[in-house]
């Protein structure tokens, strides 16, 4: 794997700048585009599986974080208040406080349960200069986060489905988890204090790992402060090991912040809280990316999908026909005519679909495809083409092209 930062930049999928400051790093346009198509990814996926999209502030009030337990656990990674208005605002560490404020804005019953609430939405935490890296690790943090409001008797069935969705989404980006961790509370006052309850989450989380037929280590001092999780583990170019997707019991919160539902029974019950993280940090994941593919991103991902090569300039008008008409279904394609076709073909090697247009095929209406891993199909319509890369990258998959077809020596090189 090469190391994202360097090539992040190489590609101009990135940069930083001393003006924003460390931590900060800005998306360039190639990088825009990998980042809004995993993001249009995950939302697609969410709301095929239940979810409803919402909108948060990324500021609160302290009292906030105090009643959710955050400034008492969780405050050297917060940045400090803000003075407005004889209010003390902060940066959100987290986006759970404020979607279980969403969650108690009206009542609910047991009727409505599971409620699951998303957001791609923005964070803040105040990380030591040393820790920070590339996309790696920043503090202004872009999350794929969502919370499911549950009886208990549904808990394990949503935690299980959260992990189905993170593994469905790693095969769609062509990456693997390095191990999946069982994180439990350690020592010390970092931890709510109330054994019961992280005795019955672990249980649970332990459950669907098993039924999951997962591998696991159970690693102590890696909960969040307010309950047990299972993480996700990736392992980046130069070994470091971090957490990519999450998913968490949480019998505290709710209760802290006064979450109700009306059961069959007619009485008032707390609901519990899912929280769960499918791609996790937008920055880390796309990092991983870079470094898993060395940016040779699937053809969904790829900031440039496919290029078109006239042969000559006789066929410009063509090629740019073809590029039009692939751009119609939401492809990102362009012509290129500048170079040798030989010279074209180098500058575009990370591109999925490369089409070439010569003076056989423009005047039969057709095209030859390469694709990016060398492989050579036979010229056929473009109509044909155009339809076919159509449906390839709307499978949102890693495969270029069907395994059992029928490639052919290179017409052009």
Not at 7 to 12: D, F, K, Q
Not at 129 to 149: E, K, M, P, T, Y
Not at 236 to 252: C, K, N, Y
């Amino acid at each position: 794997m090469a190391d994202h930062r360097r090539l992040g930049r190489e590609l101009e999928l990135f940069d930083t700048d001393p003006l924003l400051g460390a931590g900060l790093p800005y998306w360039l346009l190639d990088g825009a585009v990998v980042r809004h198509a995993l993001e249009e990814y995950i939302r697609a996926a969410e709301v095929r599986a239940g979810y409803r999209h919402v909108y948060s502030p990324v500021l609160g009030k302290r009292e906030l974080y105090e009643i959710s337990g955050h400034w008492a656990h969780y405050r050297e990674d917060m940045y400090p208040p803000m003075d407005v208005g004889g209010e003390e605002l902060v940066l959100r560490p987290s986006l759970c406080p404020h979607h279980a404020l969403i969650y108690r804005s009206r009542a609910h019953s047991y009727r409505e349960l599971p409620l699951r609430i998303a957001e791609l939405g923005g964070m803040y935490r105040a990380e030591l200069s040393g820790a920070l890296g590339g996309l790696a690790r920043v503090r202004a943090i872009q999350l794929n986060d969502a919370h499911i409001f549950c009886t208990f008797e549904q808990v394990e069935e949503e935690a299980r489905a959260a992990l189905d969705m993170i593994r469905a989404a790693y095969a769609a980006l062509g990456i693997e988890a390095a191990r999946y961790r069982l994180s439990l509370p350690g020592d010390g006052g970092k931890y709510v204090a109330a054994p019961e309850m992280w005795h019955r989450a672990a249980e649970l989380l332990r459950v669907v790992l098993e039924a999951s037929e997962l591998p696991y280590e159970a690693v102590a001092g890696e909960a969040a402060f307010y309950g047990p999780k299972i993480d996700v583990q990736i392992v980046d170019a130069g070994g470091r090991e971090s957490t990519l997707s999450t998913v968490q019991i949480d019998f505290h919160q709710p209760a802290r912040l006064g979450l109700e539902y009306i059961g069959a029974d007619g009485a008032r019950h707390w609901p519990v809280m899912v929280h769960r993280s499918v791609l996790g940090s937008v920055e880390r994941a796309v990092a991983h990316l870079i470094e898993v593919h060395g940016g040779a991103f699937p053809a969904w991902l790829a900031p440039v999908q496919a290029v078109v090569f006239p042969v000559s300039e006789a066929e410009s008008a063509a090629a740019a026909d073809v590029a039009h008409r692939l751009a119609g279904l939401g492809i990102r394609a362009e012509p290129t005519v500048d170079g040798s076709l030989g010279a074209r073909i180098r500058a575009a090697r990370l591109v999925p679909y490369q089409i070439v247009i010569g003076p056989r095929e423009a005047a039969a209406g057709e095209a030859s495809l390469r694709l990016r891993d060398g492989r050579r199909v036979h010229p056929q319509p473009v109509d044909n083409l155009v339809t076919r890369l159509g449906v390839l990258i709307g499978r949102r998959g890693v495969d270029l092209w069907d395994a059992d077809e029928t490639v052919v020596p290179p017409r052009y090189t």
